[in-house]
């Protein structure tokens, strides 16, 4: 479900290193992921995504991995520069309505140390 | 190309007025359109979506209500504000099932 009530969880990791943001979805029957970037005071942009016939898609920098067994899914990111410092969220929707509904994770707040 | 439009980007309201946000779609036709809240520092949480004219699915019981007048214009209304309706308020829009989800910029509302 939703956690909207909860605090951001929160990542720290040095420039240069890899980072990797993880997510649990709840609907067994969600079958297309969405990972987003929201950067302060604006509205998220989309980053990849990734349809449950794949378990694994790599964009520039970022690789999605699907986990459908367990109901997880993860982002990562190579080679974290500053500009990657942002909230993440993953968003999941399902046949069940028709993928008109589309939910978001809690989100992920990355800051990269320079 | 497909652009979405969201006014205003801040609003300040007092306790007990009515609140009129807007959203258009230029580029396409019959998007699914969303409306998210925010809350500082957490999640984003679905209020409403609307597959079609006049289609509103809500979310969340609660002080709001949404409107679709015209294929690619979605409006977020509230009759009487509630300190608890501040937030930073988002638009979005897809191309149809199974599509990914495109944002607005969003309206920061404070209620005073």
């Known amino acids: 479900g939703e956690s909207v009530g909860l605090h951001l969880p929160t990542l720290s990791v040095q420039e240069g290193d890899n980072s990797i943001i993880n997510c649990a979805y709840s609907?067994?029957?969600?079958?297309?992921f969405i990972w987003y970037k929201q950067e302060s005071g604006k509205g998220p942009q989309f980053i990849i995504d990734?349809?449950?016939?794949?378990d694994k898609r790599q964009g520039q920098r970022v690789t999605v991995l699907l986990n459908k067994t367990v109901k997880h899914l993860s982002l990562q990111i190579a080679a974290t520069q500053p500009g990657d410092s942002a909230v993440y969220f993953c968003?999941?929707?399902?046949?069940?309505?028709?993928?008109?509904?589309?939910?978001f994770g809690p989100g992920t707040s990355l800051s990269v140390i320079p | 190309s497909q652009t979405i439009h969201q006014w205003p980007a801040t609003l300040v309201q007092p306790v007990g007025s009515p609140l009129s946000l807007e959203c258009t779609v230029e580029?396409?036709?019959?998007?699914?359109l969303y409306w998210y809240r925010q809350a500082a520092g957490r999640g984003l949480q679905l209020l409403f979506y609307?597959?079609?004219?006049?289609?509103i699915s809500s979310e969340v019981p609660q002080n709001l209500s949404a409107s679709r007048p015209q294929d690619r214009q979605f409006i977020l209304s509230s009759k009487k504000l509630l300190l608890s309706d501040s937030g930073f308020y988002l638009c979005?829009?897809?191309?149809?099932?199974?599509?990914?989800?495109?944002f607005g910029q969003g309206t920061r509302l404070t209620v005073v």
């Open positions: 979005a829009w897809s191309v149809g099932p199974g599509g990914m989800v495109f």
């Open positions: 609907n067994s029957a969600s079958d297309y």
């Open positions: 990734i349809r449950s016939n794949m």
């Open positions: 968003a999941e929707s399902s046949p069940e309505t028709s993928y008109d509904k589309v939910i």
């Open positions: 580029g396409t036709s019959n998007p699914n």
């Open positions: 609307s597959v079609g004219i006049g289609q």
